[in-house]
Nanobody, 118 residues
Framework: QVQLVESGGGLVQPGGSLRLSCAAS????????MNWYRQAPGKERELVAT???????SYVDSVKGRFTISRDNSKNTVLLQMNSLKPEDTAVYYC????????????WGQGTQVTVSS
């Protein structure tokens, strides 16, 4: 079965960095678009970054220039390098992919908490 396991979250001061990892299993990772979402308390879940199988990348405007998404197909892992962190980045971060015959069934990891505070 599809399994996504996030790690790397924690408490960091403004301006600091964290690297989130998502370990994937149960599907052919190399042909799947992978996404990072985040959800802050009381807010809607937000798409943060996307990477396609051929390496096309997109980010939400608020993280451009600060976050970098990457993937290592040999390790079935997608990473989110987060630099120059701001308090507004505080959220639970989730790894995501889609499956099914029309690629509409979402799979989520358990989430990892990122808290940016002084």
């Amino acid at each position: 079965q599809v399994q996504l396991v996030e790690s790397g979250g924690g408490l960091v001061q403004p301006g600091g960095s964290l690297r989130l990892s998502c370990a994937a299993s149960g599907f052919i990772f190399s042909i799947k678009t992978m996404n990072w979402y985040r959800q802050a308390p009381g807010k809607e879940r937000e798409l943060v970054a996307t990477i396609t199988p051929d390496g096309r990348i997109s980010y939400v405007d608020s993280v451009k220039g600060r976050f970098t998404i990457s993937r290592d197909n040999s390790k079935n892992t997608v990473l989110l390098q987060m630099n120059s962190l701001k308090p507004e980045d505080t959220a639970v971060y989730y790894c995501n992919t889609r499956a099914g015959p029309y690629q509409t069934r979402d799979y989520w990891g358990q989430g990892t908490q990122v808290t940016v505070s002084s």
